[in-house]
């Protein structure tokens, strides 16, 4: 089960030699590594080759009899990652509930701006693909613990499907199918939380989900009313936590700016945005930190979008590349490249998250992360499409 389980495929994405760990420890063994597209690889490897031989060897799994079928389940997860215990429950939701535009009104909402750009790959490789595999994870607002939490002191009676350590210190995940009543009244629960104006915000993967309603949106143009209401692409596959859960965490992610003059892009930073008072962005160059910068913004979704448009606008002046990480230590360790600079993030409050989207809608792209870059949800498992 080690090697068949892997982190999300946008982790890492500076960091080739950690993919190229994973594929040598795989070796030629059953893993999920063969059914995605590690975005460290997309400007090496056309997304049509990756496409194809993911979709190949989907074919071959399911044919090979690797995977076992549980219909009409849920899965509840607890992964030990480095920040505590987080609980979850694996299951589909209905992606006409989902719009991930800016200004929806929809039950189902994206965090975050999605990037247009990052859905053609994702959609080339669903597009064939006999099957998902979930990395999304959405997040519930659910402060006294009603829904999920419950099943952690039942879990006893459900059967363990697995339970294992993950890979390149990803900590320790078991997981418990959840059928028969249990997922009768389970699905009960979902279904009252989502009459709820703001039911179901995406924490971790929303660029998937987003890529799945664009194709299902095609797919269903094609569909009778009757077709429509059952077909296995309207619905995705993901992982719902509480966001008040105690292994949630939100990480910053970070931002470095590669091929530029780091002293006149701070200096940029600071004659723009620099304010007394302002949210505190930690400036890294050669491998250290090197002070901060404190920037204005009416929110600190309106200072990400701020700096954002002076990166962006910087880097395609200069012909630099912006990058997201994910990891402090990737972030600095990366800036021991010259003529890179990169920006330590702050966080922010998870209480704020479901109260800021009913309120200002959409955060900035890149905004935060659940977790570290190795807390990320693992592929494991996986539906038919």
């Given at each position: 089960m080690e090697k068949w389980s892997v982190i999300a495929c946008d982790q890492f994405t500076s960091e080739r030699e950690y993919w190229d760990r994973v594929g040598e420890r795989v070796g030629t063994e059953p893993s999920t590594l063969r059914m995605i597209m590690p975005e460290a690889y997309l400007n090496d490897v056309p997304a049509l080759d990756m496409a194809e031989t993911t979709n190949r060897a989907m074919a071959e799994y399911l044919d090979g009899g690797v995977f076992e079928k549980l219909p009409a389940s849920f899965v509840y997860v607890e992964r030990h990652t480095s920040k505590g215990v987080r609980h979850g429950v694996v299951g589909m939701i209905d992606l006409e509930a989902y719009d991930f535009t800016y200004g929806s009104k929809s039950p189902v909402r994206a965090s975050e701006r999605t990037v247009a750009e990052r859905l053609p790959a994702r959609m080339l490789i669903r597009e064939k693909a006999r099957l998902e595999l979930p990395h999304t994870i959405v997040l519930i607002d659910d402060p006294e613990k009603l829904v999920i939490e419950p099943l952690r002191k039942i879990k006893d009676s459900f059967r363990k499907l697995y339970d294992f350590e993950l890979m390149e210190g990803g900590g320790r995940i078991e997981g418990r199918l959840i059928e028969g009543e249990a997922a009768l009244e389970l699905e009960e629960s979902f279904r009252v939380l989502s009459e709820r104006e703001l039911s179901y915000v995406i924490g971790d993967g929303n660029h998937s989900m987003a890529a799945a309603k664009e194709l299902w949106n095609k797919i269903k143009t094609g569909l009778t009313e009757a077709e429509a209401e059952t077909h296995p692409a309207r619905f995705f596959l993901c992982e719902v936590v509480n966001v008040y859960d105690e292994g949630i965490v939100f990480e910053p992610i970070h931002r470095i700016v590669f091929n530029v003059d780091p002293d006149k892009l701070i200096e940029l930073v600071k004659e723009k945005l620099e304010i007394p008072g302002g949210r505190e962005v930690v400036l890294c160059s050669g491998g250290k930190k090197r002070g901060s910068v404190y920037l204005r913004g009416r929110s600190f979704g309106n200072m990400v979008e701020?700096?954002?448009?002076?990166?962006?606008?910087?880097?395609?002046?200069?012909?630099?590349?912006?990058?997201?990480?994910?990891?402090?230590?990737?972030?600095?360790?990366?800036?021991?490249?010259?003529?890179?600079?990169?920006?330590?993030?702050?966080?922010?409050?998870?209480?704020?998250?479901?109260?800021?989207?009913?309120?200002?809608?959409?955060?900035?792209?890149?905004?935060?992360?659940?977790?570290?870059?190795?807390?990320?949800?693992?592929?494991?498992?996986?539906?038919?499409?």
């Open positions: 701020a700096l954002q448009d002076i990166l962006d606008e910087y880097a395609s002046v200069y012909e630099g590349t912006v990058d997201y990480i994910h990891d402090e230590e990737s972030l600095l360790k990366l800036t021991e490249e010259e003529g890179s600079v990169g920006f330590l993030m702050p966080v922010i409050g998870k209480e704020d998250l479901f109260a800021t989207v009913m309120r200002e809608g959409l955060w900035p792209k890149k905004s935060f992360s659940v977790g570290s870059a190795r807390d990320k949800r693992y592929y494991l498992e996986a539906r038919e499409i």
